[in-house]
């Protein structure tokens, strides 16, 4: 039976953080990332959404505490397959003004520095989106090759790894195949990365499926120590990161209901929208259904 999401507590939804003391490095598609010292990041996740790539001018209230806790939790259920980037220090170590971090208070990570690996390591396990759209051209996903006659959201004999190379910002990650994961990463780390990523991803559905909910296909980034040591970063697993669909209302042969952002991707394909900045605004209701979808799936996974 799926549980009901919580009540939303009153929030003012976070576009764009600014932490006076801290310079912020890097501002992605979501996080915030700031420089701590030699050894550490703070990472804020805001309540900003892309779809194709695009930021949307409208942020999700509760979007970035859905994200930063359904991330922790993978990261602590995960830890004994791989180490990830959590450090040990506290949010008010680094931000000491009760002010100032009051807006960050559920949304923020200090991390360990890492030398980022420049793929993401995409597992699906069902047939959508880009892998569907390349099935239909080829028989096969990122070179590997699928039985005849799947239809759309159907599920794969196995789970497959099929990487991208991470694009520059406002262009679109690239598909690409494992011999260009060996180019790139070398040989022992591609394959460390494609066993983990696969490994993580079977533990993660089976857990997910007795939520009732199904891991359609993630992604997942990767770092390396100085020692040159594999780490698990940024997000896990996560209504940004992942198809996530209900079990009870899957059905092969369409783009299945989600808890994900699916929900606004298929509001914007609506439009005369050529996908490119500036996105447009998305209307009340649609951003009100879109920060219930991510709540529930935190409730379903986490409670």
Known sequence: MERPPPPPAPTTALFESRIRGLRRIHQGKVRDIYDVDADHLLIVTTDRLSAFDVVLPDPIPHKGEVLTKVSLF?????????????????????????????????????????????????????????????????????????????????????????????????QHDENIDFDAIVKLLGRDHAAEVRRTSLAIYRFAAEYARSRDIIIADTKFEFGVDRSGNLLLIDEVLTPDSSRFWPVASYKPGGSPPSFDKQFVRDYLESLNWDKKPPAPHLPPDVIARTSENYRRVASLLTA
């Not at 259920?77 to 170590?93: G, V």
């Open 74 to 170: 993978w990261f602590a259920k995960t830890r004994s397959m791989i180490a990830n980037h959590l450090s040990d220090l506290r949010l008010e170590d680094v931000v000491t003004d009760p002010a100032e971090r009051a807006p960050l208070v559920g949304r923020s990570m200090v991390v360990k520095k890492l030398n980022a690996l420049p793929v993401e390591a995409v597992v699906r396990g069902y047939l959508i989106g880009s892998g569907y759209k390349d099935y239909l051209k080829t028989g096969a996903v990122c070179g590997i090759a699928l039985p005849a006659g799947l239809k759309m959201a159907d599920r794969l004999p196995e789970p497959i790894f099929t990487p991208a190379s991470k694009a520059p910002a406002g």
